[in-house]
């Protein structure tokens, strides 16, 4: 059973519950009585269980797009190369304020990196949103503009998180066992 790889539950469902309600809260304060066209940018797969609770919570007008990227090859470290599988492609895109939403930070090279992506493809404006913050993993200069949590530096899993494609559908986030991806204490 998929529960037996989870050492503990790092984040409940109420406490998720409770910190997606604060974001979009945040969210409805600095887009409230605007005329822009605020656009969630899910970036696929892990942030779209995260993305779809949002959206439900936000009061402001939004729409939702999506990209894919990957910075990771096989295992558990990132590979330090962006690069974007799937696009967002918008005819209206210089009239658009993105708030690319993602799962996790970890060294901040993605979210760096697409904030100056869009920007550079004429988006009037883009800021971030993390459900979970690993400061620790940092290795560029890089702070989200909304934090749900920050977190130790573990291997989680859970609420669209993965490992080998398993795991996103846990409606909690756990630190997943070392011995089952080969970390350190394996």
Do not use: W
């Not at 609770?53 to 797009?65: F, Q, R």
């Not at 990227?69 to 990132?78: E, F, K, L, N, P």
């Not at 080998?164 to 991806?181: D, Q, S, W």
Request: aromatic share 8%.
């Amino acid at each position: 059973m998929i529960n037996n790889d989870i050492a503990n539950i790092l984040i409940t469902e109420q406490e998720l519950d409770a910190t997606v309600s604060r974001l979009a809260k945040e969210i409805d304060r600095d887009y409230a009585g605007s005329d822009k066209k605020l656009v969630l940018l899910c970036i696929l797969k892990g942030s779209i269980v995260f993305t779809g609770d949002l959206m439900k919570k936000v009061g402001v007008p939004v729409e939702i797009d999506c990209m894919r990227v990957s910075s990771y090859g096989a295992g558990t470290s990132s590979s330090g190369n962006i690069n974007i599988v799937l696009d967002v492609i918008r005819p209206d895109i210089s009239e658009c304020d993105f708030l690319i939403i993602e799962d996790i930070i970890d060294s901040g090279r993605t979210l760096s990196y697409l904030v100056g992506y869009l920007k550079h493809k004429g988006a009037r404006s883009v800021k971030t949103c993390t459900l979970l913050d690993k400061p620790s993993r940092r290795v560029v200069d890089f702070t989200p503009d909304y934090v749900g949590l920050e977190i130790p530096d573990e291997f989680v899993v859970g609420y669209g998180l993965d490992y080998a494609e398993k795991y996103r559908a846990l409606p909690y986030v756990g630190i997943l066992k070392p011995e089952v991806y080969g970390g350190e204490d394996a």
